[in-house]
């Protein structure tokens, strides 16, 4: 019988914690503790994180982060996710508590100045893949360029426990591309939530068209003669955007991280823990995570 492979389950920290602090920040349950702290985002992070894990069952698990809002992209375009503004003052002091509750499960994280969480997770999952299936958990559909025989992504949904799994083929059926290709749809199309342009006037449904016939920006390029002229001309007004927004959008998966596969096995002290979420004064740990399940020690 052929030995199961390890299930690699890489968790992108910021989409998780974003999506726990906004869902209850907005009623304005912070979840404040005796030392004047929040704790919601910190709160809602380990359940929608212990939640996938429940359903998934990974044998391997790591936290990935950006470190800071400045990246090699935005020295190459300074305006580069610009339209975002101060994280608010209640989720400050979370950043680097959340790090503090991942480690206390025995769970790496992982993040380098210089670049995004998504880069961190690229790197990691073309490191591992050989030795064990990743599942990149997300919110973030920019990750699906990433999908291949051996990476899945499962995007969060509304609420705790809802996902939609991508594989290569779902991802074909969804778009009528492949998901190395998303990153020329995104040179094309731009991208609002990250402010960066592509070619102005071409929408997703031209960008797909284009890549359906030409396969990338280097084919739509040499074929331009071949485009309509209203095509053409916008994509030569917007030629050195169209070739920044492709680098903007491509996930760099040579980053300088590392995990080692025996770094992130799945291993709980329940008492780290505990104490853990005894000073953050985080309650209801036991409902929050299946310690039954997943204790060693």
């Not at 790090?99 to 073309?126: M, Q, S």
């Not at 199309?189 to 359906?212: C, F, H, R």
Request: hydrophobic share 40%; with cysteine; net charge negative.
């Amino acid at each position: 019988m052929e030995n199961k492979k390890p299930l690699f389950m890489l968790v992108d920290g910021m989409a998780l914690l974003f999506r726990a602090f906004y869902a209850t920040a907005v009623s304005g349950q912070f979840m404040i503790n005796s030392k004047g702290i929040p704790t919601n985002g910190i709160h809602g992070f380990i359940k929608h994180m212990f939640t996938a894990v429940s359903a998934f069952k990974p044998t391997h698990l790591a936290v990935c982060w950006d470190m800071g809002s400045k990246t090699f992209r935005t020295e190459l375009f300074p305006d580069y996710k610009g339209n975002r503004g101060e994280a608010p003052i209640e989720l400050i002091p979370q950043f680097d508590l959340v790090k503090e509750a991942v480690a206390a499960f025995n769970i790496p994280n992982i993040g380098l100045e210089g670049f995004e969480a998504d880069d961190c997770i690229g790197t990691i999952a073309n490191q591992v893949k050989d030795q064990a299936h990743v599942m990149i958990l997300t919110g973030d559909q920019d990750i699906l360029q990433l999908l291949d025989e051996q990476i899945s992504v499962i995007l969060l949904k509304k609420g705790f426990g809802n996902y939609l799994v991508h594989t290569p083929e779902t991802f074909y059926e969804e778009k009528g591309i492949t998901p190395r290709q998303m990153i020329d749809l995104k040179a094309l199309m731009g991208d609002t939530s990250d402010n960066y342009p592509g070619v102005k006037g071409i929408g997703e449904k031209t960008a797909l068209k284009l890549l359906k016939e030409y396969q990338h920006v280097e084919g739509i390029i040499e074929n331009l003669e071949q485009l309509s002229k209203s095509n053409q001309v916008k994509i030569k007004q917007d030629l050195d955007m169209l070739h920044l927004s492709r680098i903007l959008a491509e996930i760099k998966c040579n980053v300088p991280v590392s995990c080692a596969l025996e770094d992130a096995n799945l291993h709980i002290d329940k008492n780290k823990v505990i104490n853990k979420m005894m000073e953050l004064e985080i309650r209801g740990i036991q409902r929050l995570v299946p310690m039954n399940e997943l204790i060693i020690s």
